[in-house]
């Protein structure tokens, strides 16, 4: 059985009821829901049962996941749901009656259409911003409206917030009052795209998340997804698509895939049908965006025809015509990578390092131990041994925004840098312990070691840099604690467990189901703590929002006996190391950069409000690039030569000469920016949110990442740099121990 470590956040739900029925050869949804709640029931690691107080439970969580930010729902609706599904959801899971996901989302359908309609009217006014009123961006933990009437207040501040938005973004190409127009048509068309297979899908999921953040229901196409992103590789043309007004648009070709290398196909273009081989075509206007994909992917080396408006034409009537062979597609970026970096020793001889990025632990399952499958371990060991052909005197391993993947990976991964001996330990929920060791003597890598963390490393990421904390291999490196996820699931086909469904069907799609709890080999967990840092270092992601203590119904923390295992015999200097680093960070106004960005962030998420008054943005807007253009003036005042860097990926390991990093020119946040003034990045379902929270009323130009953005350029990554130092000190100590002056 492979486990998993992958973090998975709770998912904001903006799936809607349509008419569309189940195809003819779908899983009957009642049977779903029954093998699903009994999995839950007798395979989750907390064994709780599917009764009332769950059922209570999972009923509010369902309305939160439709409702994500309580705009659409009155408290009368779900006092209306409370009273009539409220004791009884989980006898409906139990004996597949799949009715009342339907009902619910039949009400939230007509409300949405119902508030759309109202928002159109709305749009119809005029709006002058001098109001001295001020509008809610957050309503996660905001009550209910009681009535429509109170609705409909909220509803008026938020579209008026929505157009003062509009009004104030630089970078549009259209009026307002079209792009919004254009955004809730989106809404509309989106929910009328959802059939009865989507509805399920996000019943159960919730259901899942009802036992736990990370257990999850996954449709057909979503386990397929996973699998992707676990082996690093697809078949298919190499083109990734985003849903653009009922079109599928190209947003991007990955390089060196079957259409990048054709040429023909470009970013822009919208298909508008998709053929197989010298079949006829299937009109793609208005179909969900998972089903264009469906039909685009296939097996190697099968044609796919696609008819598409190029993006270069101004008449919306052109077609084109576009025959693409498939072929497998590797995933590059989210392979391991890494780089050199020369930089002065102290007694001015150029040293190297090495810097390994790691975004992930990924691992073909369905092929391990074949020769050829994808495996984090063996890449980064190759890439380690080109590092130490190029002499590196020192190593950070990068496990920033790390989210998780293969518990095998992390327990192999870790034998790199260790002799042999235990890594972790899971408990099942029979109290039953197993340790995980590595059994391997042999080490790829013996020198100075850094591992390098943040508030979104987690899962594997933790038990990799608990492993190395505990041995006393490495220093940890980051923000206050990494995510905090000391949970195990496993990936389970309901088609294997449903009596109505052939043998080995996935057409059922699958349960992600946590089965297991993780321990760090010292006994503690990393549930809720995560792993402490050895040297902390200012970052805009170390809030108490981010985190698995700021999700919904957490597992506790809890510890088990530590084992037995041998400390690595050399010091790490960590007392000396935070003093050093404490009194560098002091002095750098990056930091100092990032402190005041910190505390700004925790005051808007604090006060969850923005004003409706024009003159009070502008000037918001005003400051903030003062501040911006203050801070650009300085870094350019007192820029420093960029150090020669080398990088290194699986495809140029073999070549004798490597590439030399050239650093391209630093963009704003607000470059990124699209036309409605939303992030351009394409973002999974899993980041969805429900209709009316859109990024229209964020506090200032910039969200969290978009701000961590500007401070983490190529040239400007503090946090990068700073880890370099903390390493020179640590190669430093190393080589005259004597010069420590507060530890050992």
């Not at 899908?201 to 057909?220: C, N, Q, R, V, W």
């Not at 203590?549 to 510890?559: F, H, M």
């Amino acid at each position: 059985m492979k486990y998993l470590l992958a973090f998975c956040a709770p998912l904001a739900l903006s799936v809607v009821l349509g008419a569309t029925p189940l195809h003819a050869d779908a899983p009957d949804p009642g049977q779903i829901e029954i093998s699903v709640g009994r999995l839950l029931e007798q395979g989750h690691y907390s064994r709780m049962k599917l009764d009332e107080k769950v059922s209570q439970r999972f009923l509010k969580n369902y309305l939160e996941g439709l409702d994500y930010n309580h705009l659409y729902f009155t408290q009368k609706d779900v006092d209306l749901f409370t009273a009539k599904f409220g004791n009884t959801l989980n006898n409906d899971v139990l004996l597949g009656n799949p009715e009342p996901a339907f009902t619910i989302f039949n009400i939230y359908k007509k409300r949405v259409e119902d508030r759309v309609e109202k928002i159109r009217e709305l749009l119809k006014l005029k709006y002058d911003f001098t109001s001295n009123r001020t509008v809610e961006v957050n309503r996660q933990k905001a009550p209910w409206p009681k009535d429509e009437a109170e609705a409909d207040l909220l509803w008026r501040d938020r579209i008026e917030g929505e157009m003062l938005q509009e009004a104030l973004n630089k970078h549009a190409v259209d009026p307002p009052v079209k792009v919004l127009t254009r955004r809730y048509d989106q809404v509309i068309r989106s929910l009328h795209e959802q059939n009865k297979e989507d509805i399920i899908k996000g019943f159960l999921t919730i259901l899942a998340l009802t036992y736990d953040p990370h257990s999850e229901y996954m449709s057909k196409s979503e386990l397929d997804n996973f699998e992707i992103n676990m082996r690093l590789s697809l078949v298919g043309i190499g083109a990734v698509l985003q849903s653009e007004d009922g079109y599928a648009k190209i947003a991007e070709l990955v390089v060196g895939g079957p259409a990048a290398k054709d040429g023909r196909l470009k970013v822009g273009d919208r298909v508008t049908g998709v053929a197989q081989g010298d079949k006829d075509f299937v009109d793609s206007v208005d179909m969900k965006l998972d089903k264009v994909v469906e039909m685009i992917r296939g097996k190697k080396d099968t044609i796919v025809r696609l008819q598409v408006i190029p993006a270069s034409t101004p008449d919306p009537s052109t077609r084109k015509i576009i025959e693409i062979k498939r072929d497998e597609i590797k995933l590059k970026d989210a392979e391991a990578k890494a780089e050199i970096i020369e930089r002065p020793g102290p007694d001015g001889t150029p040293i190297r390092l090495g810097w390994i990025v790691l975004p992930s632990f990924y691992a073909d399952m369905e092929h391990s131990g074949a020769v050829g499958a994808k495996s984090t371990t063996k890449d980064v060991l190759a890439l380690i041994n080109r590092l130490k052909q190029e002499h590196i005197q020192g190593l950070v391993m990068d496990l920033r925004h790390n989210g998780g993947g293969s518990l095998e990976e992390a327990v192999n991964l870790t034998g790199l840098f260790i002799k042999r001996g235990p890594v972790v330990q899971a408990k099942d929920s029979n109290g039953n312990i197993h340790v995980s060791k590595d059994r391997d003597p042999s080490i790829a890598w013996d020198g100075p070691l850094i591992v390098c963390t943040n508030r979104l490393s987690a899962s594997a990421s933790e038990i990799f840099a608990a492993a190395l904390q505990d041995y006393n291999r490495a220093v940890i490196v980051g923000d206050s604690s990494t995510f905090g996820k000391g949970t195990v699931q496993t990936m389970l086909e309901i088609g294997r467990i449903m009596p109505f469904l052939g043998g080995g069907s996935n057409e059922a799609g699958a349960l992600k189901l946590t089965i297991q709890k993780f321990y760090r080999i010292a006994g503690g967990s990393t549930q809720h703590k995560g792993v402490e840092s050895d040297v902390r270092l200012p970052s805009l992601f170390d809030h108490q929002e981010i985190g698995e203590s700021a999700l919904k119904g957490p597992l506790p923390y809890d510890t088990v006996p530590p084992v037995d295992f041998d400390k690595w015999e050399h010091p790490l200097f960590k007392t000396d190391l935070r003093q050093r680093s404490a009194a560098r960070v002091s002095a750098d106004p990056e930091f100092g950069y990032i402190t005041e960005d910190l505390e700004e962030l925790k005051r808007r998420l604090a006060e969850n409000r923005v004003s409706l008054n024009e003159k009070a943005r502008l000037a918001e807007i005003d400051d903030d690039k003062a501040k911006r253009d203050k801070r650009d003036a300085a870094r350019e005042k007192s820029k420093q030569p960029d150090p020669k860097t080398y990088v290194v990926t699986l495809d140029n390991l073999s070549k004798p000469d490597l590439q030399v990093m050239t650093y391209k020119p630093e963009k704003k946040a607000t470059d990124a920016k699209t036309s409605d003034g939303k992030n351009g990045d394409i973002k999974s379902s899993g980041d969805a949110k429900s209709p009316g929270e859109t990024a229209a009323i964020t506090p200032g130009d910039d969200d969290a990442e978009d701000a961590e953005a500007t401070n983490r350029t190529e040239r400007f990554d503090p946090i990068k740099v700073e880890t370099l130092n903390i390493l020179n000190d640590l190669i430093n100590l190393s080589r005259n121990p004597k010069t420590a002056t507060a530890s050992k």
